[in-house]
């Protein structure tokens, strides 16, 4: 896919127009040297810049790529992402249909590692094993939330079974690595219940595991024996949402 390096530079250079290079390097979250380059030097913002430019100028990233396209973004995609966060979060909520046209502009070393937003269905099968049909959409998570080697999937929550906490339609990150119970005592964890998935803590009895809820007036606890095939798929490491 051949990239229209002058078309993208000059769509920023418009966005840009008339602001100081201190307001542009913050809205980028780069350097005012990477600023420099931008409009001295034809240099490309990356991957994680470009995410931040187009949620300041309320654009879809096709259309700051391409020039193609619709120029407002999707409801589902970035205008969502920038209802909850401001430029400076380290969250943004893509579609697939975007995360196609990025992937050519993603190099290595970014700031920013993309996880799958899955149906729970799959997550309650093998979540490591997943088809493009699966997926409902894409969270940038910033690399310092990451931990490396392991393997992140995203699950948009049902029911309020943790409300407060997490309530329902928030997005939650579950780390795949993390999944021994003897290790995750008090934590919030993923299971497979039923043809589901429950977020629970997760209580360690002398016979099973427990998954207690935090909203203890509407929901009740799971019990699972301990003689059981292990029902924990991960850790919840972080979520997303906007109260109520």
């Not at 127009?17 to 913002?45: E, M, S, W």
């Not at 430029?87 to 943004?92: G, K, L, S, Y």
């Not at 502009?105 to 699966?134: C, M, Q, W, Y």
């Not at 964890?189 to 203890?216: F, Q």
Request: charged share 25%; with cysteine.
């Amino acid at each position: 896919m051949a990239i229209d390096r002058s078309g993208i530079l000059n769509r920023v250079k418009n966005i840009f127009k008339g602001l100081p290079q201190t307001k542009i390097a913050k809205v980028c979250g780069v350097t005012h040297q990477a600023v420099n380059r931008y409009f001295r030097k034809d240099i490309l913002p990356n991957y994680d810049a470009m995410l931040r430019i187009a949620k300041y100028a309320n654009v879809s990233m096709e259309w700051l790529l391409t020039g193609k396209g619709p120029k407002e973004p999707p409801a589902t995609g970035v205008r969502e992402a920038k209802a909850l966060y401001e430029v400076d979060a380290t969250i943004n909520i893509i579609t697939p249909e975007e995360y196609k046209k990025l992937l050519p502009h993603i190099r290595s070393g970014r700031t920013f590692f993309i996880i799958p937003i899955i149906s729970e269905p799959i997550f309650a099968g093998d979540p490591l094993v997943i088809n493009a049909k699966d997926i409902e959409g894409f969270v940038g998570i910033h690399k310092t939330w990451i931990k490396r080697g392991h393997t992140y999937r995203c699950l948009r929550v049902r029911g309020n079974c943790m409300h407060p906490i997490i309530n329902d339609g928030f997005i939650v990150a579950i780390d795949l690595n993390e999944n021994d119970p003897l290790k995750l005592e008090r934590q919030i964890v993923a299971a497979r219940y039923k043809d589901g998935v429950a977020l629970r803590y997760l209580i360690l009895a002398e016979k099973d595991y427990v998954l207690s809820p935090h909203n203890i007036t509407r929901y009740k606890s799971i019990v699972m024996p301990r003689t059981a095939p292990n029902p924990i798929i991960g850790k919840v490491a972080w979520w997303w949402g906007k109260q109520k």
